[in-house]
């Protein structure tokens, strides 16, 4: 990881050192900013994100933090003695920093397997219904004849586009969440 105050990441924030502390923070998991500014903050993770095209991650507690964790992919805010600025701001809120390693680890592998499920299903649906009606246009002659009631189909957007994804969303966890935390390999291995 790499380590940055305020004085430092003002000068590494001009032009002619941008690409080098690039490079740097290329060969980091994580860089931590202390003591900056809300606007240094703020201007290191556009730079990151425009530069790099990486996901960011902004994690504050303050209203110090509000503008890193707007520009930010994702912003965490923590719930604190600084009041709730911060996670009025962000996209998720966690009351203690120790809470963001079972956010992302847990809950973010488990939301990225429900969503690329839930897509898969969508598609599974739509193919399903359109495969139906294509069979039906050679049984009627191609006249255009509609092939069910509104009502039907209504129903059938209804009971297969909701119901199941609520209930599969709300239900399925493909890997304990005790494993996860054990095995923090998994969330890069679901993507």
Not at 86 to 96: E, G, L
Not at 138 to 152: A, N, R
Request: some cysteine.
């Amino acid at each position: 990881g790499l380590v940055i105050d305020g004085r430092t990441l003002e000068h590494v924030l001009h032009d002619s050192l941008q690409n080098i502390f690039l490079e740097l923070t290329e060969k980091c998991r994580a860089v931590v900013c202390c003591q900056a500014t809300p606007l240094q903050k703020s201007v290191l993770v556009k730079l990151v994100r425009s530069k790099l095209k990486a996901m960011t991650l902004a994690v504050g507690d303050g209203a110090n933090d509000v503008s890193m964790i707007q520009v930010a992919d994702t912003g965490v805010g923590i719930s604190g003695q600084e009041g709730m600025q911060a996670v009025m701001a962000s996209d998720f809120a966690i009351s203690q920093f120790k809470h963001l390693r079972k956010l992302l680890l847990v809950h973010g592998h488990w939301c990225y397997t429900r969503l690329t499920n839930m897509v898969l299903y969508y598609f599974y649906k739509n193919v399903t219904y359109v495969n139906l009606l294509f069979w039906y246009q050679f049984f009627c002659g191609f006249s255009g004849t509609s092939m069910t009631d509104y009502w039907i189909l209504i129903l059938f957007n209804l009971l297969f586009t909701s119901v199941p994804p609520i209930i599969y969303g709300v239900l399925d966890k493909d890997v304990s969440a005790e494993i996860l935390m054990e095995l923090p390999q998994l969330y890069t291995m679901s993507q």
